[in-house]
């Protein structure tokens, strides 16, 4: 089933070394023959109930990019998702990802896509995964309208997140005390200092980031992370959490 195309806002871009595929490349992958105790699905069956659950709450599906790796046996997927009432510097995307060489599981993870700098952060609020076990095709429909349907409860969250970053102002040593509480709860590496620091000094971006806040110190860490896509997740999750507790954020309470 074709993406529907609400408007265009921004490209998303897989900063992970996979290249992007056209959506008939997935059509094409040849699924493994199940065993007693593994189901592998087809990449293109977990992509089309994910966009089926998004459409039946209402919401709208954007700007997609899919990509193949090890011979189409890893798929990962982003869509930008709208509501209707989207942020003028920021979008909400769902990342997805299958696997056909026993990798990972079946995966739903959603976040947010900063538009000016493309950069990625996956928050822990909703998220999905389940094994290639006998049942997963019959569990399926469910466990993406379960992660799906927590969306818009996710909007107002990120939203309140967000401005509490913009609005919270930090000083040079308060970002430097964040920067090496991130190294401590995993969200960077002790190599990644230096071009954190960096960025938060000079943004490559400084229309957007030249405030000194923690929005901007977020994106300083954002722009560095972007260069793995499979640890963006955990260091962006590591990172939101620490980042709420630096402004006074409670803890989140949808998972």
Known sequence: MPEIQERSRCRLILHCGAAAVPRVEVERVTTPRPTETWQPIPHVTLISEVES??????????????????????????????????????????????????????????GTNILICDNLAFSGEVKISRKHTSRLLDDLPGLVASGVGRLYELFGHQSQRIEAYKNTKIRDKTAHDLVIRAVDVGACTNRMIPAIVKEWREPRHPEAFTD????????????????????????????????????????????
């Open 53 to 110: 659950a998004l459409r039946s709450t209402g919401l709208k599906i954007g700007n997609q990019v899919h990509s193949l790796t090890q011979d189409g046996a890893r798929y990962f997927g982003l869509a930008e998702v709208h509501n209707g009432h989207d942020a003028d510097d920021y979008a909400m995307v769902v990342g997805i990802r299958n696997s056909h060489d026993k990798s990972f599981p079946v995966g739903l993870l959603a």
């Open 212 to 255: 000194r806040t923690a929005w901007s110190l977020f994106n300083a860490f954002t722009e560095t992370l972007k260069g793995n896509l499979p640890e963006l997740p955990k260091r962006t999750q590591a990172l939101h959490a620490l980042f709420d507790n630096a402004v006074g954020l409670p803890a989140a309470t949808l998972n």
